[in-house]
């Protein structure tokens, strides 16, 4: 873990603050003002930084929690993401926050009652709807929680909010706040999935696809709500049977009674952030396929796009009913 | 022309420069130059004596950037003494934020490198600091050091490594050249670790900003300077997709330089990754 640590000066005597540095004795503490001093500088490598990725500790004083981009939900229409984790354990190769973000470093926002606060606020503004908020927008929302304790602060919350839909998006087997807690109606935990050979090129530091089954087989039989997240979907050799083992494996370890929703994407980037991920990865096999620029989006030409996401969704539908898909179609944001 | 992996020293005085040309195999440069100025034999390294202050500083750290000729793989690292209020004279601290006194501005130092050193924060100051109370290292140079190096590289190819002189005296004792020879000699070990450890840093920034040289003696088609940024193109994806050969070999089959990048290109854009070959 981070031999660095930044914390800001607000935070200073933050109980989490505390914490977390109790947990690294030997860590090197480095006072700052605002986050930005040290997070996203015009002057850093978001690839040399995630070889060694500092940690830092900071409080998010606005913005907490805001409107999902058009094309990102599951059925509902009050989407909310709020992020208090920035980056990522895992070094996925097709993940937009390493052309999001020039830094690698992780940004904890220590104040979650703040965000909890805004999430109270948003519920209040339309009581009687139901609202989904997203977390692993910016972040996996379980990789790093032996650090951060943020599920498991988030737990009672929603618990006791059944219009507060929590979607905690993962590839994590960390599931112990999970696994400790009863479940409730309104939090689904989405596990983000490919196809083993896919993963095990492309997911750098991920767990296996097969753990990552295990994991949803444990908390689905414990009584959790599944989501399913083929997002997104990667071309290549015998894709269709790399999917259909996928799917088959899913469906025999995960009772269908226990799935939520189902959703599906394609690769799809902004183009100038194609340019920045590909100058960051230029030796990266998945950028050096035939992509096609369209409509200001970086993606596989328009066959193989339609054909992989018809083929999907064809094979999913044998399994569960057409009313928990929802296809996500990234925007520019 | 294709990056090579390159390491600027940058340090104040001839008295810290002379261990590190003895431990390191640097020789003086043959060239005139506006500061004293050395090269290992592999012209991989450069070590530069700026002379004492911040402005000195920036301006070495510039002639050692041309003297390479350019690049943002370029790795930097400043070492020289400093002072301190408690720390061990002698011992050696990597810099892990920097204050320049006279702005208030702040610099951090990113390194992503596993090293010996433990770590301090350092105020670069403009005259030498006579007392000192606080936990901080002092410098005079380091602050624009770090604002041009990180200019010119990511942050993250840029260290700064101090050796405690002294604990806030006065100029009569400031440490005689033996002495400052016999610290940084002590770590020269650590420090040699950490310099191929940034050289290594470097071949990669070097292997990333330019992954494809292309050569092109031998083909006998014209292409101008937009269609060899294609044609580079066509051979980065060439080479990440693991196809065999170079796209190179085929191109004077080809009749005209636009036939070329078009059957190229079709040739790399039709190639479906088989990802068991990529694990």
Same mark, same amino acid.
């Given at each position: 873990m981070s031999k660095r640590i930044y914390v800001?000066?607000?935070?200073?005597?933050?109980?989490?603050?505390?914490?977390v540095l109790?947990?690294y004795p030997r860590a090197s503490i480095i006072e700052i003002?605002?986050?930005?001093?040290v997070?996203?500088?015009?002057?850093?490598?978001?690839?040399?930084?995630?070889?060694q990725p500092a940690l830092i500790l900071?409080?998010?004083?606005?913005?907490?929690?805001?409107?999902?981009?058009?094309?990102?939900?599951?059925?509902?229409?009050?989407?909310?993401?709020?992020?208090?984790?920035?980056?990522?354990?895992?070094?996925?190769?097709?993940?937009?926050?390493?052309?999001?973000?020039?830094?690698?470093n992780?940004?904890?926002?220590?104040?979650?009652?703040?965000?909890?606060?805004?999430?109270?606020?948003?519920?209040?503004?339309?009581?009687?709807?139901?609202?989904?908020?997203?977390?692993?927008?910016?972040?996996?929302?379980?990789?790093?929680?032996?650090?951060?304790?943020?599920?498991?602060?988030?737990?009672?919350?929603?618990?006791?909010?059944?219009?507060?839909?929590?979607?905690?998006?993962?590839?994590?087997?960390?599931?112990?706040?999970?696994?400790?807690?009863?479940?409730?109606?309104?939090?689904?935990?989405?596990?983000?999935?490919?196809?083993?050979?896919?993963?095990?090129?492309?997911?750098?530091?991920?767990?296996?696809?097969?753990?990552?089954?295990?994991?949803?087989?444990?908390?689905?039989?414990?009584?959790?709500?599944?989501?399913?997240?083929?997002?997104?979907?990667?071309?290549?050799?015998?894709?269709?049977?790399?999917?259909?083992?996928?799917?088959?494996?899913?469906?025999?370890?995960?009772?269908?009674?226990?799935?939520?929703?189902?959703?599906?994407?394609?690769?799809?980037?902004?183009?100038?952030?194609?340019?920045?991920?590909?100058?960051?990865?230029?030796?990266?096999?998945?950028?050096?396929?035939?992509?096609?620029?369209?409509?200001?989006?970086?993606?596989?030409?328009?066959?193989?796009?339609?054909?992989?996401?018809?083929?999907?969704?064809?094979?999913?539908?044998?399994?569960?009913?057409?009313?928990?898909?929802?296809?996500?179609?990234?925007?520019?944001? | 022309?294709?990056?090579?992996?390159?390491?600027?020293?940058?340090?104040?005085?001839?008295?810290?420069?002379?261990?590190?040309?003895?431990?390191?195999?640097?020789?003086?440069?043959?060239?005139?130059?506006?500061?004293?100025?050395?090269?290992?034999?592999?012209?991989?390294?450069?070590?530069?004596?700026?002379?004492?202050?911040?402005?000195?500083?920036?301006?070495?750290?510039?002639?050692?950037?041309?003297?390479?000729?350019?690049?943002?793989?370029?790795?930097?690292?400043?070492?020289?003494?400093?002072?301190?209020?408690?720390?061990?004279?002698?011992?050696?601290w990597m810099v892990n934020q920097i204050?320049?006194?006279?702005?208030?501005?702040?610099?951090y130092p990113q390194s992503v490198i596993r090293h010996p050193f433990q770590s301090n924060n350092l105020?670069?100051?403009?005259?030498?600091?006579?007392?000192? =109370?606080?936990t901080s290292l002092?410098?005079?140079? &380091? %602050?624009?050091?770090?604002?041009?190096? *990180?200019? !010119?590289?990511? @942050?993250?190819?840029?260290s700064v490594v101090?050796?405690?002189?002294?604990?806030?005296?006065?100029?009569?004792?400031?440490?005689?050249?033996?002495? =400052?020879?016999?610290?940084?000699?002590?770590?020269? &070990? %650590?420090?040699?670790?950490?310099?191929? *450890?940034? !050289?290594?840093? @470097?071949?990669?920034?070097?292997?990333?900003?330019?992954?494809?040289?292309?050569?092109?003696?031998?083909?006998?088609?014209?292409?101008?300077?937009?269609?060899?940024?294609?044609?580079?193109?066509?051979?980065?994806?060439?080479?990440?997709?693991?196809?065999?050969?170079?796209?190179?070999?085929?191109?004077?089959?080809?009749?005209?330089?636009?036939?070329?990048?078009?059957?190229?290109?079709?040739?790399?854009?039709?190639?479906?990754?088989?990802?068991?070959?990529?694990?």
């Open positions: 800001e000066r607000s935070v200073a005597d933050h109980p989490r603050t505390r914490a109790k947990r003002e605002r986050y930005g001093e997070f996203n500088r015009r002057n850093q490598n978001f690839r040399l930084q995630k070889k900071a409080d998010k004083f606005s913005s907490r929690v805001l409107p999902t981009p058009p094309g990102y939900g599951i059925g509902g229409e009050n989407n909310f993401y709020f992020s208090h984790l920035l980056n990522c354990v895992y070094d996925c190769r097709y993940c937009f926050l390493q052309g999001m973000y020039r830094s690698a992780y940004v904890l926002f220590v104040n979650y009652e703040d965000f909890f606060d805004d999430i109270e606020a948003q519920l209040a503004r339309l009581p009687d709807q139901d609202h989904y908020f997203f977390s692993g927008y910016d972040c996996d929302s379980l990789a790093m929680e032996s650090l951060t304790g943020f599920v498991e602060a988030a737990l009672p919350f929603f618990r006791a909010r059944p219009r507060a839909w929590l979607e905690l998006r993962t590839k994590s087997v960390q599931t112990r706040p999970l696994v400790d807690s009863a479940p409730f109606k309104n939090c689904v935990v989405a596990y983000s999935l490919t196809p083993d050979t896919v993963a095990q090129a492309v997911e750098h530091k991920a767990p296996t696809v097969k753990r990552r089954i295990d994991a949803m087989a444990q908390l689905a039989q414990q009584g959790w709500s599944i989501g399913l997240r083929f997002d997104p979907l990667i071309y290549g050799a015998n894709w269709m049977d790399n999917y259909r083992r996928l799917f088959d494996a899913v469906f025999t370890a995960v009772p269908r009674n226990r799935i939520h929703s189902v959703s599906y994407g394609p690769l799809r980037f902004p183009k100038k952030m194609y340019k920045d991920i590909v100058s960051l990865y230029p030796d990266e096999a998945l950028f050096s396929g035939a992509m096609h620029l369209q409509n200001g989006m970086v993606a596989y030409p328009d066959g193989i796009e339609s054909d992989m996401a018809a083929y999907c969704s064809d094979q999913l539908r044998a399994y569960l009913d057409d009313s928990i898909f929802f296809q996500c179609l990234p925007e520019v944001r | 022309m294709k990056f090579e992996p390159r390491l600027v020293w940058l340090v104040a005085l001839p008295a810290e420069a002379r261990p590190l040309c003895q431990l390191f195999g640097l020789a003086p440069s043959r060239h005139p130059s506006p500061f004293p100025t050395f090269f290992s034999a592999s012209g991989r390294e450069l070590l530069v004596v700026s002379g004492l202050g911040r402005n000195l500083g920036a301006a070495a750290a510039m002639h050692a950037y041309h003297e390479l000729g350019g690049g943002a793989h370029i790795a930097w690292l400043n070492v020289g003494i400093a002072g301190h209020a408690s720390h061990p004279i002698g011992s050696a204050i320049e006194y006279s702005s208030g501005a702040r610099y105020t670069t100051v403009d005259v030498p600091q006579e007392t000192m =109370v606080d002092y410098d005079m140079e &380091a %602050s624009s050091f770090f604002q041009i190096a *990180s200019r !010119l590289s990511s @942050s993250e190819l840029v101090k050796i405690v002189s002294d604990h806030g005296v006065d100029k009569s004792s400031f440490p005689s050249r033996k002495q =400052v020879g016999r610290w940084i000699e002590n770590h020269g &070990a %650590s420090l040699r670790q950490l310099a191929d *450890s940034m !050289l290594v840093l @470097s071949g990669e920034e070097a292997q990333r900003i330019e992954p494809v040289e292309l050569d092109l003696d031998g083909i006998n088609l014209h292409f101008t300077v937009a269609q060899q940024h294609q044609l580079k193109t066509i051979c980065r994806r060439w080479n990440a997709l693991g196809l065999p050969g170079s796209p190179l070999g085929t191109v004077n089959t080809y009749s005209t330089a636009s036939d070329a990048l078009t059957g190229l290109r079709r040739l790399v854009d039709n190639e479906v990754i088989d990802w068991t070959q990529n694990e």
